[in-house]
């Protein structure tokens, strides 16, 4: 009998968000995105609360959806080459949403309150999977990443068993290619990725589906189109593609 995967809603209210902060995984690490990015970001982030409001998603869903997302986008601008980093370090995401500045030592803490939550809040620990897969370390940064690695596993593991994949369905995107030993002892881990398009994000790291004959498409149109879905033309607030460059 077949697993019956489940879409995340979740996810689907914040792939704007990981698209646009895919930019800063480009070799110049965003050296060329755009000034205007901040307003991007916080389209992104009013897109994502009038999503999951149409889509009925509790309140306390959202909130730690966009706490994790916070977190892993001021990680992202902040260790860039983005010129506007500076500024942005004075006004963090999570300074702005929730009056402060510890989201490297916060993410963790809210992410094993919501694994002892139980399943209930798998899709959230999907959303906070994504960012650790994407590249977020926070804390590990300093301490080493053969703990977030074990970390990432773990957290797997237990997605799965609430969602209870069968492996079979899972994508080998979504797990390492290498044994856990060899991956650790590399420098970089395995999930550090350069730029990823909107259906890998949505799709490949979570197991939902067989896109990889989509991976290799244009970046850039992926952001374009998002760029359309974010702002429509109907809309008083519009943004040229350059926004996101």
């Not at 480009?26 to 409001?53: C, Y």
């Amino acid at each position: 009998m077949k697993t019956v995967l489940k879409m995340n809603p979740l996810l689907e209210c914040c792939a704007s968000l990981f698209a646009a902060a895919s930019l800063f995984k480009r070799s110049d690490r965003g050296a060329k995105v755009n000034p205007k990015f901040r307003r991007v970001i916080m389209a992104g982030f009013d897109e994502l609360e009038r999503k999951a409001f149409e889509m009925k998603i509790p309140v306390q869903k959202v909130k730690e959806a966009k706490y994790a997302l916070a977190s892993y986008v001021d990680e992202t601008v902040l260790t860039s080459n983005w010129p506007g980093r500076m500024d942005w370090m004075s006004k963090t995401l999570q300074l702005s949403f929730f009056g402060e500045h510890i989201g490297g030592e916060s993410f963790f803490k809210h992410l094993n309150a919501l694994r002892r939550a139980g399943d209930r809040f798998v899709d959230v620990l999907e959303i906070y999977y994504v960012c650790l897969q994407l590249g977020f370390e926070g804390k590990y940064r300093l301490r080493g990443l053969e703990q977030l690695l074990a970390l990432q596993v773990d957290l797997r593991s237990q997605i799965e068993g609430y969602r209870k994949y069968n492996d079979n369905y899972l994508s080998p995107y979504g797990r390492p290619k290498e044994s856990v030993m060899a991956t650790m002892r590399r420098e970089i881990p395995y999930w550090v990725i350069g730029t990823v398009t909107v259906a890998a994000v949505f799709f490949t790291y979570l197991g939902y589906a067989v896109v990889t004959e989509n991976i290799a498409k244009s970046n850039v149109d992926d952001i374009a189109n998002l760029d359309q879905k974010m702002f429509p033309k109907h809309r008083s607030t519009s943004f040229k593609r350059t926004d996101y460059q």
